[in-house]
């Protein structure tokens, strides 16, 4: 079984730029998320998709982020513009349901 | 109060002793209960679940629930250094998404 991909796994931007991840889940999992780690923090939701429709958006900072889940497959999040406060590892994560997620390696963004 | 809540350590073990990490949740409608590895510089792992009380055995990993208490804990048995890693505890909410806790560094000294 093939795991979470995404891209890229690294990428500096400065500040006001912007920035895009993507995703392609598991195949056949029906839910997928997105998640923020900031260094020495556990992840944090960003925002849950089931097919493609969203869930939970609660702590996605709308004025600068939005993310998309077209044809409830892959997905991706996007920042602009960013600022510094956003470095951090954005985790992208599916499942089947309650049994717990399977990770992707993450992005590492870095906004000087 | 946190919804997750975790030592964040960190906390040292000699090599081959048991390790005992620990969590308690604020949600008392939670259904599930997870315990991820992640290595540093690395995505976290599912290592552990468990959904009912009591004690749940996978090799070296105990898993323990106690709903009442609101408490979930992992223990390793015969700690190596290769288990030398944060240890995040996450919960199944009511709200049917998944809060991890801040983690605990595990640090195995040989």
């Known amino acids: 079984e093939a795991g979470v991909a995404q891209s890229p796994r690294y990428k500096i931007i400065e500040k006001r730029q912007s920035v895009a991840f993507w995703c392609n889940p598991i195949s056949g999992h029906a839910t997928l998320y997105w998640y923020q780690q900031i260094l020495g923090q556990g992840p944090k939701l960003l925002i849950q998709f089931q097919n493609n429709g969203v869930v939970d958006d609660s702590q996605l900072p709308k004025d600068r982020f939005s993310a998309e889940r077209l044809k409830g497959v892959d997905s991706t999040l996007k920042i602009q513009p960013a600022k510094l406060e956003d470095s951090a590892v954005y985790l992208c994560?599916?499942?089947?349901?309650?049994?717990?997620?399977?990770f992707g390696s993450g992005t590492r963004l870095t906004v000087v | 109060q946190k919804e997750v809540e975790q030592n964040s350590g960190p906390l040292s073990v000699p090599e081959g002793a048991i390790a005992s990490l620990n969590c308690t949740y604020s949600?008392?409608?939670?259904?599930?209960f997870f315990w991820y590895r992640q290595y540093s510089g690395k995505s976290p792992e599912l290592i552990m679940s468990?959904?009912?009380?009591g004690d749940k055995e996978d090799g070296r990993f105990t898993a323990q629930l106690n709903k009442a208490s609101q408490y979930v804990s992992l223990l390793i048995r015969d700690s190596q250094p290769s288990d030398s890693a944060t240890y995040l505890c996450a919960v199944y909410s009511s709200a049917s998404k998944i809060i991890f806790g801040s983690g605990t560094r595990l640090s195995i000294r040989p």
């Open positions: 994560a599916s499942s089947l349901g309650r049994n717990g997620y399977t």
């Open positions: 468990i959904y009912s009380n």
């Open positions: 949600d008392r409608g939670s259904q599930s």
